[in-house]
């Protein structure tokens, strides 16, 4: 093994707008159609599309939608084996010549130009994928190849792949990552959560292996890396209860929610905030989900449109998409909570939720409680998803529960 040392005198970097340049069409000459030529339209999404079916098939499912309200356990202590989790990249790559690097300078470049130039003298051929990326600029950079390309491409904030048959290296702002996590369920569905949280939603689950491959850039992966390492500190996770469901009044009139409090005793109901839209109720035990919807069915229709869970680390965001636990073509399924959860002293729960769909936020919530408390969102006009009832509304119902982790070097069976 060949020991390296770098010398980095110095390194800045400036990161500046990357202008977006347009190319221009290139003219095609008009030909004359035969007259007897036959036109086929073109198979498109108004003509052929896999059915909604199919791609309502989630393997997720059976845990994901799987809620028992009769024995909900609000505390879980959750053994896992640390050393199961690893994140690496899904992309092949050999490693770069072990060359040596003496005092490279350059100014202010795009990084692939000053990539372009370390690389040259090496014989390697350079490709971008999605170029220009932000300037860069470096002084007397010393070290292996290896070293400074990292130096230059973490900088930038950009992958890079080595083919060395080809002698060529590519770079792209994401790449194929696969995360490898232990082998217990509450874990590998925080992951999931967390990954939707940050905007991804194209990712692959493996359930023989518990990995999830899915693209990301360098600060989701940064993000990743600091969640794993989250774990070291044997971190308490908040998971959530979610029902919704969607109530029709008999009398076509506004259901009166005051009428709780004569039916429940005093104190039931600990706190009520008004948000943009709808408003949010804690609660103690009396009132439950299924408390709950006795009250409502003696007013209205009550129509269940999900229920599911969803698992959020502390003080990470995660993401609940209500139509993975749907009906086929709910209007609501359209809707998504969020949530950031903290856990404090005397086992308090801070929430932040947030309730958005495609067109963006409908509404959000700072809720604090105790456990063993639930809180609702009511006050959720089904004109939000574009239905024409103006008296039916949405309800949310979240019960918070802890999950405690502990780490083990023993082989865990999957079984929770």
């Known amino acids: 093994m060949i020991k390296r040392t770098i010398y980095l005198i110095s390194f800045i970097f400036l990161a500046f707008t990357a202008a977006c340049q347009t190319k221009t069409d290139p003219i ?9 030529a036959k036109i086929e339209k073109p ?17 997720e499912t059976p845990l994901r939608c799987d809620v028992n309200w009769k024995t909900q356990q609000l505390i879980l202590t959750l053994p896992f084996n640390n050393t199961d989790f690893k994140l690496q990249s899904a992309t092949p790559s050999d490693d770069l010549p072990h060359l040596e690097v003496t005092g490279f300078t350059f100014d202010t470049m795009p990084a692939e130009k000053a990539l372009a130039r370390l690389t040259k003298e090496a014989g390697i051929t350079l490709t971008a994928k999605d170029a220009p990326y932000v300037p860069v600029s470096g002084d007397n950079l010393k070290g292996e190849l290896t070293d400074v390309v990292n130096m230059i491409t973490n900088a930038a904030g950009i992958f890079y792949t080595y083919d060395e048959n080809k002698q060529l290296m590519t770079l792209s702002r994401k790449q194929e990552q696969v995360i490898y996590v232990p082998k ?3 874990i590998i569905l925080g992951l999931l959560d967390v990954l939707r949280g940050a905007g991804i939603t194209d990712m692959t689950t493996n359930w023989a292996d518990y990995s999830i491959t899915f693209n990301a850039n360098i600060d989701v992966r940064n993000n990743i890396k600091q969640l794993i390492n989250y774990f070291e500190s044997n971190p308490t996770l908040v998971a ?7 109530i029709t009044p008999y009398d076509g009139c506004d259901v009166e929610w005051k009428a709780l409090l004569d039916s429940f005793e005093f104190g039931s109901i600990t706190t009520a905030q008004t948000g943009v839209i709808g408003r949010v109720l804690t609660t103690t035990n009396d009132i439950n989900i299924h408390t709950l919807q006795r009250f409502l069915g003696s007013k209205a229709t009550v129509e269940v449109v999900s229920e599911g869970k969803f698992v959020v680390p502390n003080l990470w965001l995660s993401r609940f998409d209500v139509g993975k636990c749907g009906v086929l073509k709910c209007a609501a399924n359209d809707l998504s909570v969020l949530a950031k959860a903290s856990v404090e002293s005397n086992n308090y729960i801070v929430s932040d939720v947030t309730l958005e769909t495609t067109n963006g936020q409908v509404t959000q919530f700072k809720v604090k409680n105790k456990l063993g408390e639930n809180f609702m969102i009511i006050g959720l006009p089904n004109e939000i998803f574009g239905q024409k009832e103006p008296k039916s509304e949405t309800v949310v119902f979240m019960v918070p529960r802890l999950i405690k982790t502990m780490k083990t070097n023993e082989n865990i069976k999957n079984n929770l």
Do not use: C, W
């Not at 095609?28 to 007897?36: L, Y």
């Not at 198979?43 to 393997?59: K, M, Q, V, Y």
């Open 184 to 186: 217990t369920r509450p």
């Open 43 to 59: 198979l498109g999404e108004s003509s052929i599309r896999t059915p909604d079916g199919a791609n309502a098939l989630d393997l």
């Open 240 to 246: 959530y209860d979610v029902s919704v469901f969607k």
């Open 28 to 36: 095609v000459p008009i030909q004359t159609a035969d007259k007897h």
